[in-house]
């Protein structure tokens, strides 16, 4: 279990992940690049992870790499609904319930069967418009999933990834 200090400073970092990470414009070749990106990091890592970028209700980009199970298609579908639902990271949303000591059932209302506050969902914002959709990673540990969407967003953005990145444990 993080320490009280670390989920502040973790969630005071997401936050500003949300802000800064955000496109002027999206579309379903910027989605396939962005899903190949998050593809080739994740085998740098030799790892193993499905992806999901929906834009708007629209699956654009879904990839289960070898060594997943059909279980990373479905933490995937629960981790996007906590982000859409909430617009924001499911990593932030989890650390929040932490902070707070409660679960998005008893805080919410919210089922298990169809939400989940672990790391590895970002919300899909346009900039003036809002939250439109979510990218989604299911198969590394949480902090892996949330960390790996963000450097590739990052980089994709321009943005210097030493500014957004959360504290190495």
Known sequence: MESQPNLAADLARIALQEERLQFDHFTAETAWELGS????AVKARRGAAAID????????FFLAMPGTTPDNGEWIRRKRNTT?????SSYAVGLRLQQNQ????????????????????FPL???????????????????????LIVAV?????????????????
């Open 102 to 121: 409660t679960t998005l059932s008893d805080r919410y209302g919210l089922s298990n069967q169809n939400y989940a506050s672990h790391g590895g969902s």
């Open 53 to 60: 970028i929906q834009l708007a209700g629209q699956p654009l």
């Open 37 to 40: 990106r998050l593809r080739e």
């Open 84 to 88: 859409l639902h909430f617009h924001r």
């Open 125 to 147: 914002w346009l900039k003036g418009t809002g939250c439109m959709g979510a990218i989604t990673v299911s198969g590394l540990p949480q902090r892996e999933d949330h960390s």
């Open 153 to 169: 967003l990052a980089n994709w953005l321009k943005l210097p990834i030493d500014e957004l990145a959360l504290d190495e444990r």
